[in-house]
T-cell receptor
Framework: EAGVAQSPRYKIIEKRQSVAFWCNPI?????LYWYQQILGQGPKLLIQ????????DSQLPKDRFSAERLKGVDSTLKIQPAKLEDSAVYLC??????????????FGEGSRLTVL | QKEVEQDPGPLSVPEGAIVSLNCTYS??????FMWYRQYSRKGPELLMY????GNKEDGRFTAQVDKSSKYISLFIRDSQPSDSATYLCAFTNAGKSTFGDGTTLTVKP
């Protein structure tokens, strides 16, 4: 079974530039999450999708971050304009139907963003 | 007060040692108690989870939950160099997970 795919793995940009990250979840996983992991911290939820609908985006800085999952499969997370404090690893995760209550998460390898 | 507090480490042990990793939490609504392992430059992977107080064993790993004290632990027996990683505790309520900040473990041959 293929895992969660993410790209790009690494990205370096100047502050105020824009960046986009892509995620393809495990086949059959209706729930998709984007997490931000700052160095030395645990993952923090940015947004949760169920199919192509948003379940929770309360922690997403909507003035600069946006995310979509148009066809209920892959997803894109965009940051515009980027700030220095956005330097982090952006993790995509998906959850099978059986994991809806347990919160069982399957993570991708992450996209590491450095903002200069 | 943070909802989840994890012993920060780092932790360095010799191969074969028993390792204890610990977290406390304050939210009584948490229903599932998870442990993830994260290798350097990789995403977290779920090791095990439990629902109730008590112990759950999986090979060399034992997860322990004490709901009355709001305290969870992960024990690793006969630790191996391949166990060197950051261990994250996580707590779930209504399908939403809250993570600790991780404990980095190094097992020296």
């Amino acid at each position: 079974e293929a895992g969660v795919a993410q790209s790009p793995r690494y990205k370096i940009i100047e502050k105020r530039q824009s960046v986009a990250f892509w995620c393809n979840p495990i086949s059959g996983h209706a729930t998709l999450y984007w997490y931000q992991q700052i160095l030395g911290q645990g993952p923090k939820l940015l947004i949760q999708f169920q199919n192509n609908g948003v379940v929770d985006d309360s922690q997403l800085p909507k003035d600069r971050f946006s995310a979509e999952r148009l066809k209920g499969v892959d997803s894109t997370l965009k940051i515009q304009p980027a700030k220095l404090e956005d330097s982090a690893v952006y993790l995509c995760a998906s959850s099978p139907p059986s994991g809806a209550n347990t919160g069982e998460l399957f993570f991708g390898e992450g996209s590491r963003l450095t903002v200069l | 007060q943070k909802e989840v507090e994890q012993d920060p480490g780092p932790l360095s042990v010799p191969e074969g040692a028993i390792v204890s990793l610990n977290c406390t939490y304050s939210n009584s609504a948490f229903q599932y108690f998870m442990w993830y392992r994260q290798y350097s430059r990789k995403g977290p992977e779920l090791l095990m989870y439990t629902y109730s107080s008590g112990n759950k064993e999986d090979g060399r790993f034992t997860a322990q939950v004490d709901k009355s004290s709001k305290y969870i632990s992960l024990f690793i027996r006969d630790s191996q160099p391949s166990d060197s990683a950051t261990y994250l505790c996580a707590f779930t309520n209504a399908g939403k997970s809250t993570f600790g900040d991780g404990t980095t473990l190094t097992v020296k041959p």
